[in-house]
């Protein structure tokens, strides 16, 4: 069992930065991915950036450029530095883990951004 838990929303102003963390409970086996996610009002969740074992990084387009993803060096911890944040930013950020043997995933309880404009 693994358990996520987020941190470092909050509220901030557009062109304002903030930086989410992630901290991971639990044995998390390779191969694996950490990535976040967010989830608008009245919007379907969408993945932000994702950071797989092998060290590969993929970012949603609307983020690219903008937001940084990086992992500690024991993998249990995830952070996601987001810079330029704009209105559209705005959404509930959760954290996920998933082994990509088992497809077994976590998620964390969410922490909320807002940008105000």
């Known amino acids: 069992q693994v358990q996520l838990v987020e941190s470092g929303g909050g509220l901030v102003q557009a062109g304002g930065s903030l930086r989410l963390s992630c901290t991971a409970s639990?044995?998390?086996?390779?191969?694996?991915?950490m990535g976040w996610y967010r989830q608008a009002p009245g919007k379907e969740r969408e993945l932000v950036a994702v950071?797989?074992?092998?060290?590969?990084?993929k970012f949603a387009d609307s983020v690219e450029g903008r937001f940084t993803i990086s992992r500690g060096n024991a993998e249990d911890t995830l952070y996601l530095e987001m810079n330029s944040l704009k209105p559209e930013d705005t959404a509930v950020y959760y954290c996920?883990?998933?082994?990509?043997?088992?497809?077994?995933?976590?998620w964390g309880q969410g922490t909320q951004v807002t940008v105000s404009s």
């Open positions: 996920n883990v998933r082994n990509l043997r088992s497809n077994l995933d976590y």
């Open positions: 639990g044995t998390i086996f390779r191969p694996n991915v």
């Open positions: 950071f797989f074992s092998s060290g590969v990084t």
